[in-house]
């Protein structure tokens, strides 16, 4: 089975904690097709725009969804040109 590489990037994750920001955490299950196969857990603080990423790899057309933690996900293809079909 061919594998392809997705990218799942953290956005904001922190807690205020008497006025200081502190880390946090938050759980990503990777889905297929509805159903959990992975998780994926993060600590610490990402106050970054851009965002903390963390590769992986599995089958085409997985999805992701923020379990726990009070933060933004992503979850997108990181190469995507290698994970379309060819075409004649």
């Given at each position: 089975m061919t594998k392809v590489t997705y990218s799942i990037t953290i956005h904001d994750l922190y807690r205020l904690e008497g006025g200081l920001?502190?880390?946090?955490?938050?759980v990503v299950a990777v889905l297929d097709n509805g159903r959990e196969i992975h998780r994926e857990r993060f600590f610490g603080k990402c106050t970054s725009p851009s965002?903390?990423?963390?590769?992986?790899?599995?089958?085409p057309g997985l999805n992701a969804?923020?379990?726990?933690?009070n933060c933004r996900m992503g979850f997108s293809?990181?190469?995507p040109a290698k994970?379309?079909?060819a075409h004649p």
């Open positions: 920001v502190c880390g946090d955490e938050a965002g903390y990423a963390r590769k992986y790899r599995g089958k969804a923020l379990i726990s933690g293809l990181s190469e994970a379309a079909p």
